[in-house]
């Protein structure tokens, strides 16, 4: 653990240690040769979102770390214990199995990269642009250089910085009458739930709104736990959608009114051949669906609800709401060059990058602010996949890099960290 600031200016500052920084670095072995800053807020680094998720994956170990350049300098990663045998998993299998393999990595990493920096548990609160002098290729106006906010009164600079902060579940406002007891779906499925100082185990009627994984994950709990419960009721605003393994195994599968149609344009990947490789409910959560939709589990329904009123309607009518329909990004505050805060995200809340990573269309003080992913599912291209996510984006970053040489003042002692004044 980093316990005081580093000295010094950095080509980069990364904002989060999990899988999509993770995946970012060890696709980008060239980044060994730039002065990284790498910060996360928790104790352990690595597992990020997935810390405590003790829930089967919607995805199969094989999807993890094939980024990784077997030949490259992080090759040994792939012989890391965790590793080894997720990538060896081609079924489903315990998230916490991913947070150990992330764990692992991110220790490792710690060994491999002698010219990075990892603060942790360490919280950036603001990134402030500093007025541009660095030249961006393609873009007239030089981008701004960037102060990073820490806690503890730290201020630290970079010439770019990647958004890898992750992302929250955001509840849709007003679904939900206020005397009505709302949870999470993450409390749900985090270990230790229901925990009877803190959550209600009594859930009476319960509407869990969602139709995804989530969703499918947190009926699996509340059967399997001692939560105890009148009915339960799976609300979703379209039909479900359903993994498979091709468009053969799509026809040939007797499906229930609940099941959304697969249009073969949309939803088949052009490069697997998989239908909703990303989005579709796959293994037990699959299984669990169509037994609910086939009234197989006693007390368990399904509803689908295309409108707002009518989830508000069902909502109102419960003793309990579980929220699994959404996320908005979690980031820390951008202020522009001129002090003024900037809202960079969708109507959704969703920081979505541009072309070439970069925020840079919400404002040109952003142009060097990149964001990793921080939508959960940035794969409804399907010409991107998370490996070659990972790799795409480290070949924006080395690019950008070799054009930004850092601003001759960053050697003077300007450049080094300093406190805050209030
Ligand atoms: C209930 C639930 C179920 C899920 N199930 C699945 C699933 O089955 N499969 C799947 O692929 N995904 C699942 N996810 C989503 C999963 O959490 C994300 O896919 C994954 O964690 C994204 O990785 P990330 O690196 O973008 O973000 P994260 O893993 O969240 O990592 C971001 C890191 O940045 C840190 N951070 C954030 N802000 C700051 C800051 N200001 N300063 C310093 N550090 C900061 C965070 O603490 C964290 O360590 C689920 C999520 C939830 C909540």
Redesign the pocket.
């Known amino acids: 653990m980093e316990t005081t600031a580093p000295t010094g200016e950095h080509d980069l500052a990364i904002?989060?240690?999990?899988?999509?920084?993770?995946?970012l670095l060890t696709a980008t072995p060239e980044l060994l040769d730039h002065r990284l800053l790498i910060?996360?807020?928790?104790q352990v680094?690595?597992?990020?979102?997935?810390?405590d998720?003790h829930?089967?994956?919607?995805?199969v170990g094989t999807d993890f770390f094939g980024w990784v350049d077997p030949a490259g300098s992080f090759g040994d990663i792939l012989h890391l214990p965790a590793v080894a045998e997720l990538r060896a998993e081609t079924g489903c299998f315990n998230?916490s199995r991913?947070a150990g393999a992330?764990a692992e990595t991110a220790t490792a990493l710690r060994r491999m990269a002698a010219n990075w920096v990892f603060m942790?548990?360490?919280?950036?609160?603001a990134i402030r642009a500093v007025p541009g002098r660095v030249p961006v290729p393609g873009r007239e106006a030089p981008a701004p250089s960037y102060e990073l906010w820490?806690d503890r009164r730290t201020r630290l600079r970079a010439a770019a910085v990647v958004l890898?902060?992750?992302?929250?579940?955001r509840p849709v406002p007003g679904l939900v009458p206020d005397d009505r007891p709302l949870l999470?779906?993450?409390a749900?499925?985090?270990s230790g739930w229901p925990d009877p100082r803190r959550h209600p185990v009594e859930l009476g009627d319960l509407v869990i709104v969602g139709g995804s994984?989530?969703a499918f994950?947190c009926v699996r709990r509340i059967l399997d736990t001692d939560a105890s419960f009148n009915s339960v009721k799976v609300v979703s605003r379209g039909r479900v959608r359903v993994f498979y393994d091709g468009i053969e195994g799509y026809r040939a599968a007797p499906r229930s009114p609940h099941e959304a149609p697969v249009d073969a344009g949309r939803d088949v990947c052009p490069k697997t051949g998989l239908v909703n490789r990303y989005h579709g409910l796959r293994n037990s959560s699959r299984e669990l669906f169509r037994r609910i939709a086939a009234g197989e589990v006693p007390r368990v329904g399904l509803a689908t609800a295309a409108r707002a009123t009518e989830i508000q309607q069902l909502c109102a009518s419960a003793d309990t709401v579980v929220h699994?329909a959404g996320?908005r990004s979690?980031?820390?505050a951008l202020i522009g060059a001129g002090g003024a805060v900037i809202d960079a995200t969708d109507h959704s809340g969703i920081l979505r990058p541009d072309a070439d990573g970069t925020l840079g269309h919400a404002h040109p003080d952003l142009a060097n602010i990149f964001v990793?992913?921080?939508d959960?599912y940035p794969y409804r291209d399907w010409r991107v996949d998370p490996a070659s996510q990972y790799r795409r984006r480290g070949t924006q970053l080395l690019r950008r890099l070799a054009g930004t040489p850092l601003p001759p003042a960053w050697a003077s002692a300007e450049g080094g960290p300093s406190t805050c004044a209030s």
């Open positions: 904002v989060g240690l999990g899988l999509r920084a993770l995946g910060i996360d807020d928790r680094v690595g597992p990020g979102g997935f810390a998720l829930i089967e994956s919607n995805s998230l991913l992330l942790h548990p360490w919280r950036v609160t820490l890898a902060s992750g992302i929250v579940e999470m779906s993450g749900v499925l985090r994984h989530s994950s699994a996320y979690r980031y820390p990793m992913g921080a959960p």
